[in-house]
């Protein structure tokens, strides 16, 4: 695969990593039940690192971050309808990571891949879990 190639899925992952902050800091601060908001905020943390370590890929390789991104949905206002968003986006998430794990012969770029993957698998497991309780 060539860099441009590598440059550009990774672009598509950093801006995803953007969509999932944007959600997850915005429903932290309207989730009234207190357990649910800290868990999303923390998320958000993480998936800022995530967009860190992206845009050092990306930078190493010649290409620029991306921070162009689709519309948001954040689930409604509802706890129900965000923690099934997130969901949802720790799903993509997932299945983009698997994705650029089997495509990308890039040593580096497949291990962050793999420990950002291991991450998001977490993720879903934690939202699944709030939503089970609320």
């Known amino acids: 695969m060539d860099s441009e190639e590598v440059i550009r899925l990774l672009n598509e992952a950093f801006a995803h990593e ?5 959600v997850y800091v915005r429903n932290s601060f309207l989730m009234k039940e207190c357990d649910p908001s800290r868990i999303t905020e923390g998320i958000a943390v993480d998936e ?3 967009m860190w370590w992206l845009a050092e890929l990306i930078t190493k390789r010649g ?3 991306s921070m162009d991104h689709r519309v948001l949905d954040f689930g409604g206002d509802g ?3 965000q923690l099934e968003r997130q969901i949802a986006l720790e799903t993509e998430a997932i299945d983009m990571y ?3 794990i089997d495509v990308v012969d890039d040593p580096e770029v497949a291990g962050v891949a793999r420990h950002i993957l291991d991450e ?3 993720h879903r497991k934690d939202f699944k879990e709030r939503l089970g309780k609320y």
């Open 79 to 81: 706890l129900k309808g």
């Open 98 to 100: 698997k994705h650029i």
């Open 63 to 65: 290409g620029k971050p």
């Open 18 to 22: 953007i969509e999932n902050t944007l």
């Open 48 to 50: 800022m690192r995530h």
């Open 120 to 122: 998001e698998r977490r």
